[in-house]
């Protein structure tokens, strides 16, 4: 049976970071499902007659997962070619999963697209590798958005880990998330590098310790390091402001 419906990871948001397949299937779609975060310069190649519709979950306008499932549901047994784009990767906190299930109960082909996601894009663009031998031998990816009645992430157990930590949607609960982690033992002074609207002309990288986490500035949406190699800036900026 041929897909008719594909949970197409849009990566981190420079549209050039979009894998062929992606790209491939935008330009043929006849309906793009799409969230918030995924920006203009993705959506721009969708085919002319794509019928893009917005789902995004905004402060103060939710919109229901069962309404999006049951939305790709209706669309897939129509017969059009139907994109459900979703930032960063769809299996990675975007909620995909539900999705695929709903097609799955309702018996509709459909696919997975993989996608690159800010867990590593974001540190990367800021210079930062999640792993670096004799630095940091592993990552940890958590989100710091919880849905109501979900269980919390035991922060004080991570701290205990080791390696880096990277914390996605945990802007607004930056402040707990520090205050538990050092309650769980990890270093006051452990360097923290907090990445906003990465890849794209507006990124902005914060870079601090932990203690000093929840009050320094960052703005969603952004990806915050934890971790030694917060501390690392590999990129070629360094060298160009020191060429000046």
Do not use: N, Y
């Amino acid at each position: 049976m041929t897909p008719r419906v594909a949970l197409v990871g849009a990566g981190p948001g420079d549209p050039d970071l979009l894998t062929v397949k992606a790209a491939r299937l935008l330009a043929a779609a006849d309906v793009v499902v799409h969230d918030a975060l995924v920006g203009d310069g993705v959506l721009a190649l969708a085919a002319p007659h794509a019928e893009l519709i917005d789902v995004g979950k905004r402060p103060g306008r939710p919109v229901p997962q069962e309404l999006i499932s049951s939305l790709l549901v209706e669309l897939g047994r129509s017969g059009k070619r139907v994109v459900r784009l979703k930032g960063g990767d769809p299996f990675v906190f975007g909620r995909g999963g539900e999705e695929a299930q709903a097609l799955l109960a309702a018996g509709i082909a459909f696919e997975v697209v993989p996608g690159i996601t800010s867990a590593v894009a974001a540190p990367a663009a800021a210079g930062v590798p999640v792993t670096h031998r004799g630095v940091a031998a592993s990552f940890t990816v958590v989100t710091g958005h919880r849905r109501a009645g979900e269980p919390d992430v035991d922060w004080r157990s991570l701290a205990r880990v080791g390696g880096t930590v990277v914390v996605l949607m945990g802007v607004s609960e930056r402040a707990t998330i520090a205050a538990e982690l050092m309650a769980g033992g990890l270093d006051p002074a452990t360097p923290v590098a907090a990445v906003q609207s990465a890849t794209t002309f507006d990124q902005v990288v914060a870079r601090c310790r932990l203690d000093e986490l929840a009050a320094t500035p960052i703005e969603p949406p952004a990806t915050i390091v934890i971790g030694p190699v917060a501390a690392l800036a590999l990129t070629t900026d360094a060298v160009r402001a020191g060429a000046r």
